[in-house]
């Protein structure tokens, strides 16, 4: 059968999606291993986010044809919320604090709002920052602290699939590191994550594989090495 699971945490086939009457994605098939952290990459409007927003089942873009399986299970049919109690999470670039809460109240209702994942101790165990600032409203933190708790939600709630779209926007390069570390210990955890940036490299230093999107197609797939190693792909899709 086609929806047999295959080895493969996330395999979409063959994704076509649309904006309204634009056609953005014109075929995009990926997989990802479990515990593996891939590397989507790509000039800006290649469909990277679309493609995101795809797997974690947005309302839009509207996906007409393809199919998405995460653990065999089919996500295409299923609407955000389903996909998300499946165990998929989006963390989109503008990280979606919620006004008014604590960094812990943020927390507390991430656990409520499924199964509950790691317990507050454990998460403020890798996130000290967090820990610290654990009353402080959590729309007051900086970029970076807020990239964190977007990512310790994700822990909260027991997810198995971490997408993250331009995790290190505007942040400083101690802090890109910090959440590079944060993220090597999630992988360890048994997570796997897509990691959707414009700093090629430092995506790339912590990734396991990279696919790289041009014009709403996969135009090449591999390991960080190799893609480092091609001259041709760094200038033409990643501009190193
Ligand atoms: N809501 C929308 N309605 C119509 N077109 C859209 C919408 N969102 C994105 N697009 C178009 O879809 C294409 C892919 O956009 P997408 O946001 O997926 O690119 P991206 O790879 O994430 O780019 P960036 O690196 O700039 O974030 C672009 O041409 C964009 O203009
Ligand atoms: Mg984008």
Redesign the pocket.
């Known amino acids: 059968m086609n929806a047999a699971p295959n080895g493969h945490l996330l395999d979409c086939r063959n994704l076509h999606a649309y ?2 009457e ?1 056609y ?1 994605l014109h075929g995009v098939s990926l997989t990802v291993g479990d515990n593996e952290i891939l590397a989507l990459l ?12 795809t797997i974690a089942r947005a309302e ?2 509207q996906l007409r044809k393809g199919e998405i399986y995460l653990r065999g299970q089919p996500l295409h049919g299923l609407p955000a919320f389903k996909a998300a109690r499946m165990g998929v999470s989006l963390v989109p ?1 503008d990280r979606r604090i919620i006004p008014g809460l604590t960094v812990e109240e943020n927390l507390i209702l991430a656990q409520i709002a499924k199964d509950p994942g790691w317990p507050l101790e454990r998460i403020y165990e890798h996130f000290p920052r967090l820990a610290e600032r654990r009353q402080q409203e959590g729309i007051t933190l900086s970029g970076g602290e807020q990239q964190m708790l977007a990512i310790a939600r994700a822990l909260a709630r027991d997810v198995s699939l971490l997408l993250l ?2 995790p290190y926007e505007g942040l400083a390069p101690q802090i890109v590191s910090e959440i590079e570390q944060i993220l090597l210990e999630v992988k360890k955890a048994g997570m796997t994550v897509i990691v ?1 940036e ?1 700093n090629a490299v430092a995506a790339l230093r912590i990734a396991d594989r990279c696919a790289i ?1 041009d014009d ?1 197609s996969v135009v090449f797939t591999g390991d960080p090495g190799e893609v480092l190693a091609n001259e041709e792909i760094r200038r033409e899709y990643l501009a190193l």
């Open positions: 904006y309204g634009s953005i790509g000039r800006n409007g290649a469909g990277k986010t679309t493609t995101l927003r839009q873009p670039e779209d331009e959707v414009q999107l709403g």
